[in-house]
């Protein structure tokens, strides 16, 4: 027998993975961040600040939760994927004129309409916040569905 036919599907090894990824895209989605801001001297406007500060606790959080492994730990890391997603859903809607600009937070500094990096004519940094946000929420949901309840 192989050790995944071995793994129960409410064992904490079957959530370990899934939390592992999220981490890890936390990490990535970190380092982007700061890269384009710190490196490619992109300044960060405030609606990008709001989502840097419900991602940099994921990178802390979760580890912390995996090494020893916590069956809490979606309890209390989903909440700040879940704010950062709408922080991030709210942004991408403003830059598209879908919110009207009265309802705008960036008054001072770098206005959060302004479009710094678009890759492949659509892929903006706002939306690369908001795929990441999805994939660690996605992550974890699929993590607290191994676990025995």
């Given at each position: 027998m192989s050790q995944n036919s071995l793994?129960?599907?409410?064992?904490?090894d079957a959530a370990w993975m899934p939390l592992f990824l999220a981490w890890l895209l936390s990490c990535?989605?970190?380092?982007?961040a700061l890269f384009m801001s710190e490196v490619v001297k992109i300044p960060?406007?405030?609606?990008?600040w709001y989502q840097r500060v419900f991602?940099?606790?994921?990178?802390?959080?979760?580890?912390l939760g995996l090494f020893p492994f916590d069956r809490r730990v979606v309890r209390y890391t989903l909440p700040l994927a879940l704010v950062g997603w709408l922080v991030a859903v709210f942004h991408l809607l403003l830059m598209y004129g879908v919110i009207p600009p009265s309802l705008q937070p960036c008054t001072q500094g770098v206005p959060c309409t302004d479009i710094q990096i678009e890759w492949l004519g659509f892929v903006t940094i706002p939306l690369l916040s908001l795929l990441s946000f999805s994939i660690i929420i996605a992550l974890l949901i699929r993590a607290h569905s191994r676990m025995d309840k």
């Open positions: 793994r129960q599907p409410g064992a904490p990535v989605a970190i380092l982007g960060p406007c405030s609606l990008c991602m940099f606790p994921l990178a802390i959080l979760l580890p």
